[in-house]
């Protein structure tokens, strides 16, 4: 199985500012994806980051909200821009096992407060 | 339609059997998962079965799968206080569906 680290695991910030995520797998995937869990909700699909393209993003989600980069096969960054209250959530990465969109493991979460 | 249902809380007694059952709608489903998510933590891949299967056993979890009526659940025998969390169960459609989770309370 795959071991995925994240980190900040929690902030609180500002209305009006933005906050990066890191995410790193500990083996080379093809895709990582990036969820929102809402307090008290299920999770949600933000976008699909591959290495070397742009990301896919979901419904109800833009690039310019949620910025991705995804600069090798280990590594992917989630930011949160110009944050309201609306954006506190839990947001986690994953990846797939072998590289697929199968058997996803998830890091352990950033906790996003926003004031 | 992508829709994954769940009931929202299961309490049991320590020692007996939980039973929590799902429902989703998309019968182009290759997997179906379980994942556990403990306070303040991620998900944890708890165990999936393949959609041509109809139950996949592993230790204290028993999944089974209807795939005619699109419903799934997962046994966890001898429930344990340390079992006590969130599980979702989830469908693959090329990406991963979610329930809203059943929350299951063990009583000592």
């Known amino acids: 199985s795959a071991v995925i680290s994240q980190k900040p695991s929690r902030d609180i910030c500002q209305r009006g500012t933005s906050l990066t995520i890191q995410c790193q797998v500990d083996s080379q995937v093809t895709m990582m994806f990036w969820y929102r869990q809402q307090p008290g909700q299920s999770l949600t699909l933000i976008a699909t980051?591959?290495?070397?393209?742009?990301?896919?993003?979901e419904s109800g989600f833009v690039i310019d909200k949620f910025p991705i980069s995804r600069p090798n096969l280990t590594f992917s960054t989630l930011t949160v821009s110009n944050m309201s209250p609306e954006d506190s959530s839990i947001y986690l990465c994953?990846?797939?096992?072998?590289?697929?969109?199968?058997?996803?493991?998830f890091g352990s979460g950033t906790q996003l407060s926003v004031l | 339609g992508e829709d994954v249902e769940q009931s929202l809380f299961l309490s049991v007694r320590e020692g007996d059997s939980s039973v929590i059952n799902c429902t989703y709608t998309?019968?182009?489903?290759?997997?179906l998962y379980w994942y556990k998510q403990e306070p303040g933590a991620g998900l944890q891949l708890l165990t999936y079965?393949?959609?041509?299967?109809d139950m996949k056993q592993d230790q204290r979890l028993t999944v089974l799968l209807n795939k005619k009526d699109k419903h799934l659940s997962l046994r966890i025998a001898d429930t344990q206080t340390g079992d006590s969390a969130i599980y979702f169960c989830?469908?693959?459609?090329?990406?991963?569906?979610f329930g809203q989770g059943t929350t299951l309370q063990v009583k000592p």
């Open positions: 998309d019968s182009s489903s290759t997997y």
């Open positions: 994953s990846a797939g096992q072998g590289g697929t969109n199968e058997k996803l493991f």
């Open positions: 980051a591959n290495q070397g393209s742009e990301a896919t993003y």
């Open positions: 079965i393949f959609s041509n299967m």
């Open positions: 989830a469908e693959s459609i090329g990406k991963l569906i």
